[in-house]
Protein backbone atom coordinates (compact mmCIF):
# COMPACT_ATOMS: atom_id res chain seq x y z
CA UNK A 1 0.00 0.00 0.00
CA UNK A 2 -0.10 1.17 1.01
CA UNK A 3 2.16 3.79 0.05
CA UNK A 4 4.75 3.95 1.30
CA UNK A 5 5.83 6.48 2.96
CA UNK A 6 6.81 3.93 5.24
CA UNK A 7 10.14 4.93 3.44
CA UNK A 8 11.28 7.14 6.58
CA UNK A 9 9.96 4.38 9.32
CA UNK A 10 13.19 4.45 10.75
CA UNK A 11 12.97 7.79 11.57
CA UNK A 12 11.31 8.67 14.67
CA UNK A 13 8.10 10.66 14.24
CA UNK A 14 8.07 14.51 15.05
CA UNK A 15 5.41 16.17 16.97
CA UNK A 16 4.31 19.24 14.65
CA UNK A 17 1.67 21.38 16.67
CA UNK A 18 1.74 25.01 16.23
CA UNK A 19 -1.48 26.53 18.58
CA UNK A 20 -4.05 28.69 17.40
CA UNK A 21 -7.14 30.22 18.11
CA UNK A 22 -10.03 29.41 14.63
CA UNK A 23 -12.34 31.93 13.55
CA UNK A 24 -14.55 31.79 10.61
CA UNK A 25 -13.35 33.89 7.51
CA UNK A 26 -15.13 34.55 3.67
CA UNK A 27 -14.13 33.36 0.47
CA UNK A 28 -10.05 33.22 0.56
CA UNK A 29 -7.24 33.14 -1.71
CA UNK A 30 -3.68 31.50 -1.34
CA UNK A 31 -1.76 33.37 -3.36
CA UNK A 32 -0.74 37.08 -3.00
CA UNK A 33 0.28 36.94 0.86
CA UNK A 34 -2.36 38.98 1.80
CA UNK A 35 -2.95 36.92 5.48
CA UNK A 36 -6.70 36.88 5.18
CA UNK A 37 -6.75 33.30 7.28
CA UNK A 38 -4.85 35.01 10.02
CA UNK A 39 -6.73 33.61 13.30
CA UNK A 40 -7.07 30.35 12.05
CA UNK A 41 -5.52 26.94 11.96
CA UNK A 42 -5.47 24.11 9.36
CA UNK A 43 -5.43 20.71 10.82
CA UNK A 44 -3.67 18.20 8.21
CA UNK A 45 -3.76 14.38 8.87
CA UNK A 46 -1.68 12.31 7.35
CA UNK A 47 1.01 9.28 7.28
CA UNK A 48 4.40 11.41 6.90
CA UNK A 49 6.87 11.44 9.52
CA UNK A 50 10.40 11.35 10.45
CA UNK A 51 11.98 13.50 7.33
CA UNK A 52 9.09 13.10 5.12
CA UNK A 53 7.01 15.18 8.15
CA UNK A 54 9.55 17.69 8.97
CA UNK A 55 9.93 18.56 4.75
CA UNK A 56 6.20 18.36 4.57
CA UNK A 57 5.94 21.02 7.21
CA UNK A 58 8.12 23.44 5.44
CA UNK A 59 5.36 23.49 2.60
CA UNK A 60 2.43 24.25 5.24
CA UNK A 61 4.75 27.19 6.94
CA UNK A 62 5.06 28.28 3.01
CA UNK A 63 1.32 28.17 3.27
CA UNK A 64 1.67 29.95 6.76
CA UNK A 65 3.67 32.85 5.24
CA UNK A 66 1.23 33.67 1.97
CA UNK A 67 -2.17 33.49 4.01
CA UNK A 68 -1.63 34.09 7.98
CA UNK A 69 -3.16 30.68 8.39
CA UNK A 70 -1.74 28.92 11.50
CA UNK A 71 -1.29 24.99 10.76
CA UNK A 72 -1.03 21.74 12.37
CA UNK A 73 0.37 18.25 11.50
CA UNK A 74 -1.40 14.72 13.08
CA UNK A 75 0.64 11.72 11.70
CA UNK A 76 -1.78 9.17 11.42
CA UNK A 77 0.91 6.02 11.04
CA UNK A 78 -0.42 3.77 8.55
CA UNK A 79 -3.66 3.35 9.61
CA UNK A 80 -5.17 7.05 7.50
CA UNK A 81 -9.00 5.11 7.42
CA UNK A 82 -9.07 3.96 11.14
CA UNK A 83 -7.72 6.80 12.58
CA UNK A 84 -9.29 9.44 10.20
CA UNK A 85 -12.74 7.56 11.17
CA UNK A 86 -12.41 7.73 14.72
CA UNK A 87 -11.43 11.41 14.76
CA UNK A 88 -14.73 11.84 12.66
CA UNK A 89 -17.24 10.39 15.07
CA UNK A 90 -15.14 11.62 18.32
CA UNK A 91 -16.06 15.22 16.21
CA UNK A 92 -12.71 16.39 16.35
CA UNK A 93 -12.36 15.94 12.34
CA UNK A 94 -9.20 17.42 10.50
CA UNK A 95 -9.71 19.70 7.32
CA UNK A 96 -7.57 18.04 5.34
CA UNK A 97 -5.92 14.24 4.73
CA UNK A 98 -3.31 13.26 2.16
CA UNK A 99 -4.45 10.25 1.54
CA UNK A 100 -1.78 7.68 0.64
CA UNK A 101 -4.55 5.18 -1.12
CA UNK A 102 -6.81 5.41 -3.96
CA UNK A 103 -8.93 2.76 -1.92
CA UNK A 104 -8.95 4.53 0.86
CA UNK A 105 -10.00 8.02 -1.01
CA UNK A 106 -12.58 5.86 -2.37
CA UNK A 107 -13.91 4.26 0.71
CA UNK A 108 -13.84 8.25 2.40
CA UNK A 109 -15.99 9.70 -0.56
CA UNK A 110 -18.77 6.83 -0.55
CA UNK A 111 -18.86 7.18 3.00
CA UNK A 112 -19.54 10.94 2.55
CA UNK A 113 -16.87 12.02 4.28
CA UNK A 114 -15.23 14.62 1.84
CA UNK A 115 -15.63 17.79 0.05
CA UNK A 116 -15.35 18.09 -4.29
CA UNK A 117 -12.65 19.81 -4.87
CA UNK A 118 -13.07 24.27 -5.58
CA UNK A 119 -13.58 25.21 -9.07
CA UNK A 120 -10.08 26.66 -8.75
CA UNK A 121 -8.11 23.29 -7.97
CA UNK A 122 -9.93 21.54 -10.73
CA UNK A 123 -9.17 23.86 -13.45
CA UNK A 124 -5.48 23.59 -11.84
CA UNK A 125 -5.64 19.69 -12.38
CA UNK A 126 -7.04 20.23 -16.00
CA UNK A 127 -4.36 22.54 -16.71
CA UNK A 128 -0.77 20.85 -14.37
CA UNK A 129 -1.63 17.00 -14.60
CA UNK A 130 -1.76 14.47 -17.21
CA UNK A 131 -5.74 13.17 -16.91
CA UNK A 132 -4.66 9.75 -15.32
CA UNK A 133 -4.16 11.69 -12.26
CA UNK A 134 -7.30 13.44 -12.06
CA UNK A 135 -8.92 9.52 -12.31
CA UNK A 136 -6.85 8.54 -9.55
CA UNK A 137 -8.57 11.66 -7.55
CA UNK A 138 -12.70 11.14 -8.74
CA UNK A 139 -14.76 9.03 -7.40
CA UNK A 140 -18.09 8.24 -9.30
CA UNK A 141 -17.21 11.58 -12.23
CA UNK A 142 -16.82 13.59 -9.01
CA UNK A 143 -12.85 14.91 -7.99
CA UNK A 144 -12.52 14.64 -4.61
CA UNK A 145 -8.48 14.23 -4.40
CA UNK A 146 -5.33 16.52 -5.50
CA UNK A 147 -2.22 14.48 -5.57
CA UNK A 148 0.34 16.56 -4.46
CA UNK A 149 3.38 13.58 -3.61
CA UNK A 150 3.85 10.63 -6.27
CA UNK A 151 6.32 7.83 -5.83
CA UNK A 152 8.05 6.62 -9.30
CA UNK A 153 7.51 2.85 -8.38
CA UNK A 154 9.88 1.84 -10.78
CA UNK A 155 13.32 2.10 -10.10
CA UNK A 156 15.83 -0.14 -9.06
CA UNK A 157 18.77 0.86 -6.69
CA UNK A 158 22.25 0.00 -7.00
CA UNK A 159 25.71 0.21 -5.12
CA UNK A 160 27.90 1.72 -8.82
CA UNK A 161 30.91 0.11 -6.61
CA UNK A 162 29.20 -3.36 -6.75
CA UNK A 163 28.90 -3.22 -10.16
CA UNK A 164 32.07 -1.99 -11.40
CA UNK A 165 33.51 -4.88 -9.05
CA UNK A 166 31.20 -7.65 -10.54
CA UNK A 167 32.05 -6.06 -14.07
CA UNK A 168 28.23 -5.36 -14.83
CA UNK A 169 26.38 -2.43 -16.22
CA UNK A 170 23.01 -1.04 -15.73
CA UNK A 171 20.50 -4.17 -17.21
CA UNK A 172 17.60 -3.23 -19.59
CA UNK A 173 15.96 -6.06 -19.42
CA UNK A 174 14.85 -8.26 -16.68
CA UNK A 175 16.17 -11.38 -17.70
CA UNK A 176 19.86 -9.53 -18.22
CA UNK A 177 18.79 -8.32 -14.55
CA UNK A 178 18.48 -11.66 -13.39
CA UNK A 179 21.68 -12.69 -15.09
CA UNK A 180 23.80 -9.87 -13.68
CA UNK A 181 22.51 -10.48 -10.47
CA UNK A 182 24.17 -13.90 -10.46
CA UNK A 183 27.33 -12.23 -12.22
CA UNK A 184 27.07 -10.03 -9.02
CA UNK A 185 26.59 -12.98 -6.65
CA UNK A 186 29.39 -15.06 -8.28
CA UNK A 187 31.64 -11.88 -7.23
CA UNK A 188 30.88 -12.79 -3.49
CA UNK A 189 27.82 -10.17 -2.62
CA UNK A 190 24.02 -11.10 -2.93
CA UNK A 191 22.63 -9.37 -5.76
CA UNK A 192 19.31 -8.13 -4.16
CA UNK A 193 18.60 -6.87 -0.72
CA UNK A 194 14.61 -7.83 -0.47
CA UNK A 195 12.29 -6.26 2.67
CA UNK A 196 10.11 -9.25 2.99
CA UNK A 197 8.95 -8.21 6.62
CA UNK A 198 6.90 -5.38 4.90
CA UNK A 199 4.59 -7.06 2.40
CA UNK A 200 3.57 -4.05 0.69
CA UNK A 201 7.26 -4.13 -1.10
CA UNK A 202 6.22 -7.53 -2.33
CA UNK A 203 3.21 -6.13 -3.42
CA UNK A 204 5.16 -3.90 -5.92
CA UNK A 205 7.66 -5.98 -7.08
CA UNK A 206 4.16 -8.31 -8.87
CA UNK A 207 2.68 -5.30 -9.88
CA UNK A 208 5.59 -4.16 -12.18
CA UNK A 209 5.98 -7.78 -13.16
CA UNK A 210 2.70 -7.69 -14.11
CA UNK A 211 2.56 -4.25 -16.18
CA UNK A 212 4.88 -5.32 -18.17
CA UNK A 213 4.46 -8.59 -19.31
CA UNK A 214 0.56 -8.62 -18.91
CA UNK A 215 0.34 -4.88 -20.31
CA UNK A 216 -2.13 -1.96 -18.80
CA UNK A 217 -5.35 -3.02 -19.95
CA UNK A 218 -5.44 -6.22 -18.19
CA UNK A 219 -3.31 -4.19 -15.19
CA UNK A 220 -6.22 -2.19 -14.93
CA UNK A 221 -9.01 -4.70 -14.72
CA UNK A 222 -7.31 -6.70 -12.54
CA UNK A 223 -7.30 -3.80 -10.05
CA UNK A 224 -10.89 -3.14 -10.27
CA UNK A 225 -10.77 -7.00 -9.63
CA UNK A 226 -13.19 -7.51 -13.24
CA UNK A 227 -10.12 -9.79 -13.85
CA UNK A 228 -9.72 -12.96 -11.78
CA UNK A 229 -6.59 -13.44 -9.58
CA UNK A 230 -6.90 -17.08 -10.79
CA UNK A 231 -5.88 -15.78 -14.14
CA UNK A 232 -3.12 -17.05 -16.18
CA UNK A 233 -1.78 -14.00 -16.56
CA UNK A 234 -1.37 -13.79 -13.19
CA UNK A 235 0.16 -17.36 -12.57
CA UNK A 236 2.82 -16.11 -15.25
CA UNK A 237 3.51 -12.83 -13.56
CA UNK A 238 4.28 -15.02 -10.12
CA UNK A 239 5.95 -17.91 -12.27
CA UNK A 240 8.45 -15.02 -12.79
CA UNK A 241 8.77 -13.57 -9.73
CA UNK A 242 9.01 -17.04 -8.05
CA UNK A 243 12.33 -17.79 -10.42
CA UNK A 244 14.00 -14.49 -8.55
CA UNK A 245 12.50 -15.94 -5.17
CA UNK A 246 13.37 -19.05 -5.27
CA UNK A 247 17.22 -18.19 -6.05
CA UNK A 248 18.67 -18.52 -2.33
CA UNK A 249 22.00 -16.92 -4.20
CA UNK A 250 20.13 -13.71 -5.31
CA UNK A 251 18.64 -12.90 -2.22
CA UNK A 252 20.87 -11.36 0.70
CA UNK A 253 19.89 -14.05 3.79
CA UNK A 254 17.67 -16.22 1.12
CA UNK A 255 14.17 -16.28 2.20
CA UNK A 256 14.26 -16.06 5.40
CA UNK A 257 16.65 -13.71 5.55
CA UNK A 258 14.40 -11.72 3.14
CA UNK A 259 11.12 -12.51 5.66
CA UNK A 260 13.21 -11.21 8.59
CA UNK A 261 13.93 -7.36 6.83
CA UNK A 262 11.93 -4.13 6.73
CA UNK A 263 12.36 -1.69 3.94
CA UNK A 264 14.73 0.49 5.81
CA UNK A 265 16.91 -2.26 6.61
CA UNK A 266 16.72 -3.90 3.07
CA UNK A 267 18.89 -0.08 2.16
CA UNK A 268 20.64 -0.39 4.39
CA UNK A 269 22.02 -3.73 3.27
CA UNK A 270 22.74 -2.18 -0.15
CA UNK A 271 23.92 1.46 1.20
CA UNK A 272 24.61 0.89 5.17
CA UNK A 273 28.39 0.64 6.59
CA UNK A 274 28.77 -3.07 5.29
CA UNK A 275 26.97 -3.67 2.42
CA UNK A 276 25.20 -7.19 2.03
CA UNK A 277 23.85 -6.44 -1.05
CA UNK A 278 24.70 -4.77 -4.47
CA UNK A 279 20.88 -3.76 -5.64
CA UNK A 280 17.43 -2.64 -3.97
CA UNK A 281 14.24 -2.31 -5.91
CA UNK A 282 11.82 0.04 -4.34
CA UNK A 283 10.75 3.57 -5.68
CA UNK A 284 12.52 7.13 -5.81
CA UNK A 285 12.07 7.36 -2.13
CA UNK A 286 14.74 5.09 -1.81
CA UNK A 287 17.37 7.48 -2.53
CA UNK A 288 15.92 9.93 0.16
CA UNK A 289 17.21 6.97 2.85
CA UNK A 290 20.34 5.97 1.40
CA UNK A 291 20.90 9.92 1.92
CA UNK A 292 19.60 10.71 4.86
CA UNK A 293 20.63 7.66 6.64
CA UNK A 294 23.60 6.70 5.13
CA UNK A 295 25.38 9.34 3.89
CA UNK A 296 25.57 8.70 0.31
CA UNK A 297 26.01 10.88 -2.80
CA UNK A 298 22.98 10.07 -4.68
CA UNK A 299 23.92 9.53 -8.47
CA UNK A 300 27.45 8.59 -7.30
CA UNK A 301 27.50 6.44 -4.32
CA UNK A 302 23.65 5.27 -4.79
CA UNK A 303 22.30 5.37 -8.71
CA UNK A 304 19.54 3.71 -10.05
CA UNK A 305 18.30 1.89 -13.57
CA UNK A 306 14.18 1.76 -14.55
CA UNK A 307 12.82 -1.37 -13.82
CA UNK A 308 13.47 -3.63 -16.78
CA UNK A 309 10.92 -4.58 -19.24
CA UNK A 310 9.85 -8.45 -19.21
CA UNK A 311 10.00 -10.56 -21.85
CA UNK A 312 9.27 -8.04 -24.33
CA UNK A 313 7.26 -5.88 -23.08
CA UNK A 314 7.30 -2.10 -22.49
CA UNK A 315 9.30 -0.94 -19.29
CA UNK A 316 6.65 -0.33 -16.38
CA UNK A 317 6.05 3.38 -14.89
CA UNK A 318 3.93 2.43 -11.58
CA UNK A 319 3.63 5.38 -9.60
CA UNK A 320 1.98 5.92 -6.29
CA UNK A 321 0.82 9.17 -4.41
CA UNK A 322 -0.40 11.25 -1.61
CA UNK A 323 -3.73 12.98 -2.29
CA UNK A 324 -5.17 15.96 -0.42
CA UNK A 325 -9.07 16.04 0.30
CA UNK A 326 -10.80 18.39 2.40
CA UNK A 327 -13.15 16.68 4.58
CA UNK A 328 -17.07 17.78 5.53
CA UNK A 329 -16.51 17.81 8.85
CA UNK A 330 -13.77 19.97 8.91
CA UNK A 331 -14.04 23.15 10.98
CA UNK A 332 -11.97 25.30 8.78
CA UNK A 333 -13.38 25.12 5.30
CA UNK A 334 -12.10 28.42 3.49
CA UNK A 335 -8.73 27.67 5.40
CA UNK A 336 -8.87 23.78 3.58
CA UNK A 337 -9.78 24.88 0.43
CA UNK A 338 -7.55 28.23 -0.12
CA UNK A 339 -4.54 25.44 1.13
CA UNK A 340 -5.94 22.60 -1.74
CA UNK A 341 -5.32 25.43 -3.83
CA UNK A 342 -2.19 26.29 -2.81
CA UNK A 343 -0.84 22.59 -2.90
CA UNK A 344 -2.24 22.64 -7.14
CA UNK A 345 0.58 25.19 -7.91
CA UNK A 346 3.89 24.75 -9.32
CA UNK A 347 5.23 26.95 -6.43
CA UNK A 348 4.20 24.67 -3.47
CA UNK A 349 5.42 21.80 -5.28
CA UNK A 350 8.87 22.98 -5.67
CA UNK A 351 9.17 23.92 -2.11
CA UNK A 352 9.54 20.41 -0.76
CA UNK A 353 11.24 19.36 -4.54
CA UNK A 354 13.84 21.74 -3.47
CA UNK A 355 14.47 19.71 0.01
CA UNK A 356 14.38 16.19 -1.51
CA UNK A 357 12.79 13.01 -1.34
CA UNK A 358 9.79 13.95 -3.05
CA UNK A 359 8.43 14.25 -6.89
CA UNK A 360 5.63 15.55 -8.10
CA UNK A 361 3.07 14.75 -10.61
CA UNK A 362 2.23 18.66 -11.52
CA UNK A 363 3.96 19.31 -14.97
CA UNK A 364 4.26 22.42 -14.41
CA UNK A 365 6.77 22.12 -12.04
CA UNK A 366 10.42 23.38 -13.56
CA UNK A 367 12.33 20.39 -13.04
CA UNK A 368 15.21 22.63 -11.95
CA UNK A 369 13.79 23.21 -8.57
CA UNK A 370 14.29 19.43 -7.53
CA UNK A 371 17.77 19.39 -6.08
CA UNK A 372 20.26 16.80 -7.78
CA UNK A 373 20.09 15.62 -11.66
CA UNK A 374 18.64 11.89 -10.06
CA UNK A 375 15.57 13.30 -8.69
CA UNK A 376 15.50 15.50 -12.05
CA UNK A 377 15.51 12.14 -14.42
CA UNK A 378 13.17 10.41 -12.03
CA UNK A 379 10.53 12.68 -12.17
CA UNK A 380 11.15 13.51 -15.79
CA UNK A 381 10.53 9.67 -15.99
CA UNK A 382 7.35 9.91 -14.26
CA UNK A 383 6.00 13.32 -15.95
CA UNK A 384 6.76 11.81 -19.70
CA UNK A 385 5.04 8.20 -18.76
CA UNK A 386 1.71 10.70 -18.67
CA UNK A 387 -1.04 8.25 -19.32
CA UNK A 388 0.66 5.06 -18.94
CA UNK A 389 1.61 5.60 -15.31
CA UNK A 390 -0.25 2.96 -13.58
CA UNK A 391 -1.09 3.78 -10.10
CA UNK A 392 -0.01 1.08 -7.30
CA UNK A 393 -2.66 -1.81 -7.81
CA UNK A 394 -2.64 -2.69 -3.98
CA UNK A 395 -3.03 1.03 -3.15
CA UNK A 396 -6.33 0.79 -5.49
CA UNK A 397 -7.63 -2.04 -3.77
CA UNK A 398 -9.89 -2.49 -0.90
CA UNK A 399 -7.58 -2.13 2.34
CA UNK A 400 -8.67 -5.59 3.62
CA UNK A 401 -6.95 -7.23 0.77
CA UNK A 402 -4.44 -4.17 -0.50
CA UNK A 403 -3.57 -2.50 2.65
CA UNK A 404 -3.52 -4.85 5.74
CA UNK A 405 -0.49 -5.77 7.90
CA UNK A 406 -0.58 -9.62 8.09
CA UNK A 407 -3.84 -10.61 5.70
CA UNK A 408 -4.83 -10.14 2.31
CA UNK A 409 -2.22 -9.54 -0.77
CA UNK A 410 0.62 -8.86 1.39
CA UNK A 411 0.29 -11.66 3.76
CA UNK A 412 -0.20 -13.97 0.56
CA UNK A 413 2.75 -13.03 -0.63
CA UNK A 414 4.97 -12.86 2.25
CA UNK A 415 3.72 -16.92 2.05
CA UNK A 416 4.95 -16.59 -1.70
CA UNK A 417 8.37 -15.79 -0.58
CA UNK A 418 8.44 -18.37 1.75
CA UNK A 419 8.11 -21.07 -0.41
CA UNK A 420 7.39 -20.14 -4.24
CA UNK A 421 6.81 -23.44 -5.72
CA UNK A 422 3.18 -23.20 -6.43
CA UNK A 423 2.26 -19.95 -8.07
CA UNK A 424 -1.14 -21.14 -8.78
CA UNK A 425 -2.13 -22.26 -5.11
CA UNK A 426 -0.96 -18.51 -4.31
CA UNK A 427 -2.82 -17.16 -7.12
CA UNK A 428 -5.85 -19.41 -6.00
CA UNK A 429 -5.24 -17.58 -2.50
CA UNK A 430 -4.96 -14.41 -3.87
CA UNK A 431 -8.68 -14.54 -5.49
CA UNK A 432 -10.15 -15.76 -2.25
CA UNK A 433 -9.37 -13.14 -0.72
CA UNK A 434 -10.26 -10.32 -3.50
CA UNK A 435 -13.15 -12.01 -3.65
CA UNK A 436 -14.09 -11.32 0.06
CA UNK A 437 -12.63 -7.99 -0.10
CA UNK A 438 -14.26 -6.38 -2.51
CA UNK A 439 -17.55 -8.26 -1.63
CA UNK A 440 -17.86 -6.50 1.21
Request: glycine share 12%.
Amino acid sequence: MTMRRMTMACCSALTLALGATACGGGPVSAGGGSKELSGQTLNVAGVWSGAEQKNFQKVLDAFTEKTGAKTQFVSTGDNVSTVVGSKIEGGNAPDVVMVPQVGVLQQFARQNWLKPLSETTKKSVDANYAPVWKNYGSVDGTLYGLYFKAAHKSTVWYSPEAFDQAGVKPPTSYEDMLKSGQTVSDSGLPAFAVAGEDGWTLTDWFENIYLSQAGPEKYDRLAKHELAWTDPTVVKALTTLGALFSDSKLIAGGQKGALGTDFPGSVEKVFGPKPEAAMVYEGDFVAGVAKDQFGKKIGEDAAFFPFPAVAGGKAPVVSGGDAAVVLKDGKNQAAATAFLEYLATPEAAAVWAEAGGFLSPNMKLDLAAYGDDTLRETAKSLIDAGDSVRFDMSDQAPAAFGGTKGAGEWKILQDFLRDPSNPAATAAALEGAAAKAYKS
